[in-house]
């Protein structure tokens, strides 16, 4: 394997600023779905059911897109070309979505988008293991966990902010607030030229000549893609399948938090599960202020959790981190004032940084190199599984096991994150002292 030069700190944040973008526009989907939804007249039992976009383009793309990547040879690198592909098409969507004029326009949009964001996120992944020596990795994962963190505090706060300038109750003829439709338009934004700076800032490396001589031998056709997946699949890693059950916890109860958190926080804190009403759209607000907060632990939380990896491991600081995003959410349906609300961010903004980082260290501990990109995309296979599940199990039992109860829907996310902790320890993965380049096969 070719040497990776090291990178200063100043080149790691510029090789991150994309997903600044990228996770602009998933925070502007998770503090503004649920909502939009909302105002076009969805049903609570049925609304997972409109948010299938995402783990379904991720099921179908991701994995398809890192064996690709790993097979891709351009002028412009291995990855580039799928985050200027990627990144247009989530720019483009993100435009039309706050001028959905019925239900369906919305979910059909949301496809769209996350098509976009799907096209992109694991190449970006794949090139951050690429480009960075193994005991830069942890610094490289947080740092993109931390601009999650940022960039999602920011998306979520941009209605709020907005206000400033233009009343909350300025509606369109959809329902749907203008404050809403103009951070859309920052996000489309903001996808694009972020991806621009860091492909222009932190080019990916070339190729040494005896990996493109070896690449020319793999023909990228849809066939050998396929093959080369179902090759993977069989030689994935023990420490990739021991992680499986903890990312099934962990996203399980995540997903199910950012659908519900708003209809939950309206009858904690407001009384009303009217989505019409003046006092829903002030507990959205709230909501989007509060995940701002939690994303803003996030982005602190990820930089802090760098030393402590690296004494550590990152098993240990997950497990810790899943183990307070549990508690915070056991704890959310109780609460009566908006200060309690906000203590209690804390916790899942250290869930959300460890989710956003640590087990992408976990990760890149244990697979071979050539295979970065295959392994990062079958990797969000274990992240958008258990959204399907989450998707398809939550309108059988909203109401007959959780009493039509968005805030049962919390709590079931807080015991399943402590369960995802503990299976987190299981792991043998994100050890103190890392593995130099992965493991050769399970």
Request: hydrophobic share 55%.
């Amino acid at each position: 394997m070719m040497h990776r030069p090291r990178l200063s700190l100043l080149r790691i944040i510029e090789m991150n600023i994309g997903f600044f973008g990228l996770q602009f526009s998933f925070g502007l989907q998770q503090a503004n779905m649920g909502p939009i939804y909302g105002f076009l007249g969805a049903d609570e039992a049925t609304m997972p059911l409109l948010w299938l976009a995402g783990p379904m383009t991720g099921l179908i793309i991701q994995p398809i897109v890192g064996a690709m990547s790993d097979r891709t040879s351009t002028r412009l690198g291995r990855r580039t070309p799928y985050f200027l592909v990627g990144a247009v098409i989530c720019s483009l969507a993100l435009f039309a979505m706050p001028h959905s004029a019925n239900l369906w326009m919305a979910a059909g949009l949301l496809w769209i988008l996350d098509a976009g964001n799907n096209i992109t996120m694991e190449p970006y992944r794949a090139y951050v293991a690429d480009r960075l020596a193994p005991d830069q990795r942890a610094a490289g994962f947080l740092t993109q966990s931390a601009f999650t963190g940022l960039a999602q505090t920011l998306s979520y706060l941009a209605p709020s902010l907005l206000t400033a300038f233009i009343a909350r109750d300025v509606l369109d003829a959809n329902g749907i607030p203008a404050i809403v439709r103009i951070a859309f338009v920052i996000g489309a934004i903001l996808s694009i030229s972020t991806i621009l700076w860091s492909v222009w800032r932190v080019p990916e490396l070339p190729l040494a000549p005896a990996e493109r001589a070896a690449l020319a031998q793999k023909p990228l056709t849809l066939r050998a893609t396929l093959a080369e997946i179902g090759a993977a699949l069989s030689a994935m890693p023990r420490p990739m399948k021991q992680l499986a059950l903890a990312m099934l916890c962990q996203w399980y109860a995540m997903f199910a938090y950012w659908q519900y958190i708003t209809f939950a926080v309206a009858r904690a804190l407001y009384g009303t599960s009217d989505p019409a009403s003046a006092a829903f759209r002030a507990a959205t607000l709230t909501t989007q202020q509060a995940g701002a907060f939690y994303n803003f632990i996030a982005f602190v939380g990820a930089l802090a959790l760098i030393p402590l990896v690296r004494r550590f491991g990152a098993r240990s600081v997950h497990a810790a981190c899943l183990a307070a995003s549990g508690a915070a959410m056991l704890l959310i349906p109780g609460v009566t004032t908006i200060p309690a609300l906000f203590a209690l961010m804390l916790g899942i903004g250290l869930g959300w940084a460890g989710m956003m980082g640590n087990t992408y260290v976990m990760l890149a501990d244990c697979i071979p190199p050539e295979r970065n990109g295959i392994y990062m995309g079958i990797f969000n296979l274990f992240i958008v599984v258990p959204m399907l599940i989450q998707t398809l199990t939550m309108p059988l039992i909203y109401a007959p096991l959780l009493g039509g109860d968005p805030r049962h829907v919390l709590m079931l996310g807080g015991g399943l994150m402590l369960v995802g902790a503990l299976a987190t320890l299981a792991v043998d993965a994100g050890h103190r002292h890392p593995r130099s380049e992965g493991l050769a096969t399970g």
